[in-house]
């Protein structure tokens, strides 16, 4: 809802929250720690296909240890630390 924050006011509390959220562990910081990126959405079409595009250019070499372990290991999904 960055579209709604106008005032100057109103935009420094939408980025104290935002900031607050990436940094407190109950939130995001585990996963912003993990590689997760936060992005501000402006509910317009560029907005919307920037995002699309870092997600299309992410690195698809990654594995998950759960395709590891279903994959490679032979483990049915109860058996893998997912399960």
Do not use: C
Not at 17 to 23: C, D, F, V
Not at 24 to 29: E, M, Q, V
Request: charged share 20%.
């Amino acid at each position: 809802m960055w579209d709604a924050l106008k005032d100057p006011h109103s935009r420094q509390v939408g980025i104290n929250h935002g900031n607050e959220l990436r940094t407190t562990p109950n939130y995001w910081a585990n996963m912003v720690t993990g590689g997760s990126t936060m992005f501000r959405h402006q509910k317009i079409h560029e907005s919307s296909m920037n995002m699309i595009d870092r997600v299309m250019n992410y690195d698809t070499s990654i594995v998950l240890d759960l395709q590891r372990q279903v994959v490679d290991q032979k483990l049915t999904l109860d058996t893998t630390s997912a399960g």
